[in-house]
């Protein structure tokens, strides 16, 4: 799985998807997207952990540096930004999942 690289790895790839944190790329079925800075942050933190739920605020305060209480939209667009470079069908996403009112989800590409 991606999670199971190197905590730091420059490049990882599983199941057709590769995601370049050097060159800021994502690589899915032969297309490949650059990500922003931030996108790379989030990207990174949800592999880091893999199969947990983490919450919006956590998110929030580990990858934006924001206090828990800021209502935000941001991390939702973001995601939304990342499932259509790692999902088939970013509408009914396999690998970063919801989990209604708490957070999302990054789950094993084999699952």
């Avoid at 828990?68 to 790692?86: C, G, H, M, P, S």
């Avoid at 990054?106 to 699952?111: Q, R, S």
């Amino acid at each position: 799985t991606l999670a199971d690289c190197e905590p730091n790895a420059v490049e990882i790839g599983h199941n057709g998807i590769t995601i370049d944190f050097l060159r800021g790329r994502v690589t899915r079925d032969g297309l490949s997207t650059s990500l922003t800075y931030k996108e790379l942050q989030l990207l990174r933190y949800l592999i880091d952990h893999e199969g947990q739920t983490v919450a919006r605020n956590t998110i929030l305060e580990d990858v934006w540096g924001l206090q828990e209480d800021t209502d935000t939209r941001a991390i939702d667009n973001f995601i939304v930004r990342l499932r259509k470079y790692l999902e088939d069908k970013p509408n009914d996403p396999q690998i970063v999942r919801t989990v209604r009112g708490v957070g999302y989800k990054f789950v094993n590409m084999n699952d």
